[in-house]
């Protein structure tokens, strides 16, 4: 009994410690998730990329390998090819692609010429890519944590980035859009860091000369970036508290724009002796809708219309190209200046009068028939707001070399410098010529079986309307299936939107529009892309990688 009764005051006595042992396990437990939804006090951004730059960085490249390796060298978009052929001396330079690109991936071409081959080159250009945009993705995530955001919301930006399709297949790609992003990154945190800091950061002359920099070069590398900066630029210059701060970044704003404008463009254009490319895609906005109305109406035009129409443009080929989903086709018919090799205007282009004629008739005309102009205007932009579009990134360059694109191609060279073979035609010349001088650039889709399998396989889950395509070698189009996290419309407008309406709901209730202007320079560009042509999926690739820094910004803790 004396045993057991010991036994039994030993089991009272320790009973009082596991109950406490278990209401501190439970405790704990409710401590790490309050702490993983809870806010963190805001940090500096030293200490933020003291802590935790390496770690990004090294993760980031760690999940992005696999898919660099699956699809190296890399994968060009279509507009690289004919940079390439400028690069390469097989046609004139031109500004309709930025200078800026064409001259730093000609670089990287060069130097895998002289290694051997120009495919080392895109390799290397893949590698150093990788590299940037790591860097950049770090940098946004460290800005996440030094403004206080929720644990939770860090290390959903982390996954999104190193695993979401829309981020990691872009790493790989060879294309104005994705070097675009290794710029646009760093700006977009300097950019925001600047709006809530009202300026005061830009007094930090290193951090007034990167803002500096880093817009030039983003002005530079996309020609719609000049009216982003522009036009997000109003927004910093609006919340900088100051009036030095905001001379201030007024200057670092104009700097940027002078050197890419009044600079590096004129020089680049001068020493690489290129043809100034006229912009014609703003007119897609005219031209789309009333060829909309000439194909579907084409009594609706009066002759009084259809002559100020024609000034400008051909009303009849554009009727009868309009394709629903892009703006090419009619815009391409727009009346130009021609100029001969001398130099020699031979024909002149519509006079500022005629222009003003012709938006006159495209305005009457959208008055008198709305409907066919919604119809117009809906089909390009489809892509941005429709969850059912999905797309797949290419894994390889071949598809560029497939026969309707050899064709298009083969018309970059003149045909006196395509030497003839007899019996054959000018246009066959020009496609055996254009043939063996891509050559060096054929290949990528010769990869081992295992690697063709495991990328059909990721293109499949993408995008289930593949079944039965060649996974490597297929040209990238959007189609109205597939995988809901492939959908442009999730990234470019739903998600932003809800940002947007969040931000606007703070801005109101605290009177502070600190935040909303720091979104502005992801609201701006996703209206160009609205404007854009077509809603190609190699123009949102800077959304794709900036979007949580944008959508940390409702969780900014004041005083951050």
């Not at 699809?71 to 978009?77: E, L, S, V, Y």
């Not at 990287?108 to 080159?121: E, N, R, T």
């Not at 290794?182 to 951090?207: D, K």
């Not at 854009?532 to 959508?551: C, M």
Request: proline share 7%; hydrophobic share 50%.
């Amino acid at each position: 009994m004396a045993s057991g009764g010991r036994s039994t005051r030993g089991r009272l006595h320790w009973e009082p410690v596991r109950i406490w042992n278990r209401a501190a396990s439970r405790t704990g437990w409710l401590a790490a998730a309050a702490a993983w939804l809870e806010d963190r006090r805001p940090s500096t951004f030293r200490d933020a990329l003291r802590a935790r730059f390496p770690m990004y960085f090294g993760i980031l490249l760690l999940c992005w390998l696999p898919w660099i390796v699956l699809t190296w060298p890399g994968a060009m978009r279509d507009d690289t090819l004919a940079q390439y052929l400028q690069a390469a001396g097989l046609h004139r330079y031109y500004t309709q692609h930025p200078l800026f690109d064409t001259l730093i991936f000609g670089l990287f071409w060069k130097l895998g010429a002289a290694l051997g081959s120009p495919l080392i080159g895109q390799g290397i250009y893949t590698l150093v890519q990788a590299a940037a945009l790591a860097a950049g993705c770090a940098l946004l995530l460290c800005a996440i944590r030094r403004y206080g955001a929720p644990l939770w919301l860090v290390n959903t930006g982390l996954i999104y980035l190193a695993t979401s399709y829309v981020v990691v297949g872009a790493v790989p790609t060879m294309g104005k859009d994705s070097l675009h992003t290794v710029f646009f990154l760093p700006l977009a945190v300097l950019a925001v860091e600047t709006c809530l800091t009202r300026g005061r950061v830009l007094r930090r002359t290193p951090v007034a000369v990167a803002f500096t920099l880093l817009a030039f070069a983003a002005i530079a590398s996309k020609r719609t970036a000049l009216l982003i900066v522009l036009c997000a630029g109003v927004g910093i210059l609006c919340v900088c508290s100051k009036r030095r701060d905001r001379i201030r970044a007024a200057v670092c704003l104009a700097a940027a724009i002078l050197l890419a404008q009044g600079v590096f463009a004129p020089i680049a254009t001068a020493v690489t002796r290129a043809n100034v490319s006229p912009g014609r895609e703003v007119w897609g906005l005219v031209t789309q809708p009333v060829a909309q109305v000439a194909h579907d109406k084409p009594d609706a035009i009066t002759p009084a219309q259809r002559k100020a129409l024609n000034a400008v443009m051909d009303l009849d080929e554009a009727a009868a190209g309009i394709n629903l989903r892009r703006t090419d086709e009619t815009f391409r018919t727009l009346r130009e200046p021609h100029v001969d090799a001398d130099g020699n205007v031979t024909r002149p282009g519509p006079t500022a009068a005629q222009k003003l004629a012709a938006l006159g008739a495209w305005a009457r005309i959208g008055v008198e028939h709305p409907l066919e102009y919604a119809k117009a205007y809906a089909g390009p932009i489809r892509g941005w707001w429709d969850p059912g579009v999905t797309f797949a990134y290419p894994t390889d360059s071949d598809y560029l070399m497939e026969p309707g694109y050899l064709r298009q191609w083969s018309t970059f060279l003149p045909a006196e410098a395509v030497p003839q073979r007899p019996g054959a035609t000018v246009d066959e010349a020009r496609l055996e010529a254009v043939t063996r001088d891509l050559e060096p650039l054929m290949g990528t889709s010769d990869k081992p079986q295992w690697q063709r399998d495991v990328l059909h396989a990721v293109r499949s889950w993408v995008r289930t309307d593949t079944a039965g395509m060649p996974g490597t070698a297929a040209a990238p189009h959007e189609r109205p299936a597939g995988n809901p996290l492939s959908a442009m419309a999730l990234y470019v407008t739903w998600i932003p939107l809800a940002t947007g309406i969040a931000l606007i709901v703070q801005a109101v209730r605290h009177r502070n529009g600190r935040k909303l202007a720091a979104f502005g320079l992801l609201f701006f560009t996703v209206l160009s892309l609205y404007a854009s042509p077509e809603a190609l999926f190699w123009y949102p690739i800077p959304v794709f990688l900036s979007l949580p820094l944008f959508t940390a910004l409702p969780f900014v803790r004041k005083g951050a």
